[in-house]
């Protein structure tokens, strides 16, 4: 083991991009103790061989197209309209058109790239500084792969045979808890600004802005509803979510044909680049599993810690850490199939446990060295990495303190999927 992770880690520290560190670090450890060659390509090839996988291409489809469709647009002035009065008013807006997008797209980057642009231009147009609208456009992208849909969740349903209706039901309401705590942080850092309030709109006015994005806000309800009552599944709400933006986007007259070229490269660019890292993370997790690791990594733990909510705590700890340097989807392929056993043989149910691992890969995507949602922030605003990661700070403190609460309250993630799909 000292071998594969030693290989692992010296090619990430060089650089290398992180699904080549998986494949090569494998192909060493193989050659070296005269593993089967062959085995290599027969496990590549099944990693990215599952259904529930196709979801991922289509949602980040979905959401190249409401990016560019015009849709975005028409949510954030409906959250704008409904609470722009508000003490700190477009911060609410921005968190409210996050909870609102990310019933759509599931992925904290295409919330960042799209949705985050028009937000930064509106709150920037308005008088707030720079450094609070990056905060919190920064802090409310991330609660997109926690509410449904969520891509995190359906690799994390793959790698665990964990049901993925039952993880994106378990997000809604640990998702509506981080805006809440977001909405309270910004209410108190913009106390003493009430220049920067919107006035009050009206009955009318927000009507007017409702119906002007009634089409879009129904997606989720679309999404969710389909899923929830078995309409469909998480894969057949992803292509029926594609088409729904289509429809959108063509009426509104801001797409045309022409763009769809551009849509398909954009979403074979990101998700030949998720499922070369499931591959190669499917190989590497192989190579573990016949080295006996997880099983000697279990026997291991379970003789240093037997408590439930002491193991809970050094989980968090090792997850955050793990979050700042690796990306969510190796780290879920990688560390799903070694840490869900223990936690399972500790209580801890499958669904809780995939929460925990989602919201703290998430708080990684806002921490460097490798924090994505930095990267698409600094690519956004040209601000650079180090000077985002100070002004996100308040928001990763406060998604941390709903992480206490996420892990050590089971209910906050349980009571949905138990009430809809019953006792797991």
């Known amino acids: 083991m000292l071998i594969l992770f030693g290989i692992f880690f010296l090619l990430l520290i060089a650089g290398v991009p992180i699904a080549f560190c998986l494949f090569s670090s494998s192909i060493i450890y193989m050659l070296i103790y005269d593993l089967p060659i062959q085995m290599a390509a027969a496990k590549l090839v099944a990693g990215p061989d599952s259904f529930p996988l196709l979801a991922i291409a289509f949602f980040v489809l979905a959401g190249a197209i409401m990016n560019s469709g015009g849709i975005t647009k028409r949510i954030f002035s409906f959250a704008e309209h409904l609470v722009g009065h508000l003490t700190g008013g477009l911060g609410h807006a921005n968190v409210l058109a996050s909870i609102i997008f990310s019933g759509m797209s599931g992925s904290a980057a295409a919330d960042v790239g799209g949705l985050g642009a028009i937000e930064l231009q509106a709150m920037r147009e308005s008088g707030y500084s720079e450094d609070f609208s990056l905060a919190v456009t920064g802090g409310s992208s991330i609660i997109g792969p926690i509410i449904p849909p969520s ?30 705590a977001m909405s309270v942080l910004i209410y108190f850092q913009c106390r003493g600004y009430d220049h920067l309030k919107r006035k009050r709109a009206g009955i009318g006015e927000i009507a007017r802005a409702f119906k002007v994005s009634f089409f879009p806000l129904l997606t989720p309800v679309i999404i969710m509803g389909g899923i929830i009552g078995g309409v469909f599944t998480p894969t057949e709400a992803a292509i029926i979510a594609v088409f729904y933006a289509l429809i959108l986007g063509f009426a509104y007259k801001a797409i045309s044909l022409r763009d769809l070229p551009r849509f398909l490269v954009e979403t074979l660019n990101t998700t030949i680049g998720i499922l ?23 026997l291991t733990f379970m003789g240093l810690v037997s408590n439930k909510y002491v193991a809970l705590i050094l989980l968090n700890l090792f997850l955050l850490i793990v979050g700042c340097f690796m990306e969510t989807t190796p780290a879920q392929m990688i560390l799903v199939p070694i840490l869900l056993p223990i936690f399972v043989s500790l209580g801890v149910d ?39 990661s100070k002004t996100v700070l308040p928001y990763v403190i406060v998604i941390g303190i709903v992480l206490l609460f996420v892990t050590y309250i089971p209910q906050i993630v349980l009571f949905l999927p138990n009430l809809i799909y019953g006792q797991g």
């Open 151 to 180: 891509i995190p969740a359906v690799v994390f349903g793959v790698a665990s045979g964990v049901s993925i209706g039952r993880l994106f039901v378990a997000g809604i309401i640990p998702g509506f808890l981080m805006a809440a």
């Open 276 to 298: 070369f890292i499931i591959a190669s993370a499917s190989l590497f997790a192989w190579v573990l599993t016949i080295s006996q690791f997880p099983q000697n990594f279990a």
């Open 350 to 388: 499958p669904v809780h446990f995939g929460i925990i691992m989602i919201l703290n890969l998430m708080i990684g995507l806002m921490t460097p060295p490798l924090g994505l949602v930095l990267y698409v922030l600094s690519s956004v605003s040209k601000v650079p990495i180090e000077r985002l």
